[in-house]
């Protein structure tokens, strides 16, 4: 048998999705890029908010998957380890994520 | 006198916020770099939900500078020269980032 509980300490950072995440980032980087091209261009106002709403999307979604990905792996351990800080921090972060 | 209209029909795309749009657009794009490097460190979930926040916020202002400049400027002239176009490009434009 191998020792899982030592295994599952050393994994208190390790998120699933985290390439997944990252990729997404650069993604939502290079969108700023272009939105900061049609504003020097001068692209209509209404082009740019357009674009700036897919952005804030896309971010929105990104903070759903860490959330996510979070309480997929972090939270459990926390709650097994009777860990209160992990929650508490948790939830500071969705009241000011989700307000 | 100057000719005041000719002169309103070249300003049509000028806008007065167009220099602080492009400042705050690229400090977003460094503040998702921070972010990216934050999650690629396996920094804490909590920490970047509230990084990710403040991204949004900056992107709702900046939203609001470039509908204000909008408003300031191209909407008064389309106003002035009767072309319902404009607006209604608007309302739509609102009403995704609105939402």
């Given at each position: 048998?191998?020792?899982?509980?030592h295994?599952?300490?050393?994994?208190?950072?390790?998120?699933?999705q985290?390439?997944a995440?990252?990729n997404?980032?650069?993604?939502?980087?290079?969108h700023?890029?272009?939105?900061?091209?049609?504003?020097?261009?001068?692209?209509?106002c209404?082009d740019?908010?357009?674009?700036?709403?897919?952005?804030?999307?896309a971010?929105?979604?990104?903070?759903?998957?860490i959330?996510?990905d979070?309480?997929?792996?972090?939270?459990?351990?926390?709650?097994e380890?009777g860990d209160?800080?992990?929650?508490?921090?948790?939830?500071?972060?969705?009241?000011?994520?989700?307000?």
């Open positions: 048998m191998e020792s899982k509980t295994e599952h300490e050393h994994e208190h950072h390790h998120h699933s985290t390439k995440v990252i997404r980032i650069s993604r939502v980087t290079g700023m890029q272009s939105v900061k091209t049609m504003v020097e261009e001068g692209r209509d209404s740019i908010l357009i674009q700036l709403s897919a952005i804030r999307s971010i929105n979604n990104i903070g759903r998957i959330l996510q979070h309480i997929d792996h972090c939270v459990v351990d926390a709650v380890s209160k800080k992990v929650l508490e921090d948790l939830n500071n972060a969705i009241e000011k994520f989700l307000k």
